[in-house]
């Protein structure tokens, strides 16, 4: 079935410094990739998404590459600040919305 | 506009009870997902709905099911509850299946003694 794998699971920078969180996805169909934030007790929160027919799309901070050949996508934040600690996911869908497993950031001052 | 919402916010089963999670959506949005999330494992969606009257399993569907008779409502039914269904449960909701944001509930939390 459909699937979504993510990594690191975990990732600690200090402020300042670039983060890069990785996904790849298994059903070629999929032609909508959104990335949620979820800060500790809350409801997942869409940060960024971008569509099958387009490489890539920034917002201030964070950006987003995608491949659709290699089916993979992956989520660019820069000069990270402690407020962007938090669990962030990715997803993929073609009618099913799959997320992958989460990472965990942590952003030290 | 309230957006995505979930009743109740918290739960407390004994095992073989029955519970139904109530999630509800005022943006006249055409797909709904229920998800649970436990520590490690992300988001695993239970099942989802194209429409009102359709229903279709998602990754982890055995011991639940869902009823979408109105639009604005997607109903999550546990007939017997068991311990291994100890977890956070979102609901969701978005425009379409294809390019559109999905709206998250604000979960339930529910605990199987």
């Known amino acids: 079935g459909e699937n979504v794998e993510q990594h690191p699971s975990t990732l600690s920078v200090q402020e300042g410094d670039s983060a890069v969180i990785k996904c790849t996805y298994s059903d070629s169909a999929s032609n909508y990739f959104p990335w949620y934030k979820q800060e500790l007790g809350k409801r997942p929160q869409l940060i960024i998404d971008i569509r099958s027919n387009v490489g890539e799309k920034k917002d201030q901070r964070i950006a987003v590459t995608l491949n659709k050949t290699a089916k993979h996508f992956s989520l660019h934040i820069t000069e990270t600040q402690p407020e962007d600690s938090a669990v962030y996911f990715c997803?993929?869908?073609?009618?099913?919305?799959?997320f992958g497993a989460g990472t965990r950031l942590a952003v030290h001052p | 506009n309230a957006g995505v919402t979930q009743t109740p916010k918290f739960r407390v089963l004994k095992t073989g009870q029955s519970m139904t999670l109530l999630c509800a959506q005022d943006?006249?949005?055409?797909?709904m997902y229920w998800y649970r999330q436990d520590p490690g494992m992300g988001l695993r969606l239970i099942h989802y709905s194209v429409g009102e009257g359709t229903t279709a399993k998602g990754e982890v569907p055995d011991g639940y099911n869902v009823s979408r008779l109105k639009k604005q409502n997607f109903l999550l039914g546990l007939e017997s509850a068991a311990p291994s269904q100890t977890s956070v449960y979102f609901c969701?909701?978005?425009?379409?299946?294809?390019?559109?944001?999905?709206?998250f509930g604000q979960g339930t939390r529910l605990t199987v003694v």
């Open positions: 943006m006249n949005h055409e797909y």
């Open positions: 997803a993929a869908r073609y009618n099913k919305l799959i």
């Open positions: 969701a909701s978005s425009y379409s299946g294809q390019d559109t944001e999905a709206f």
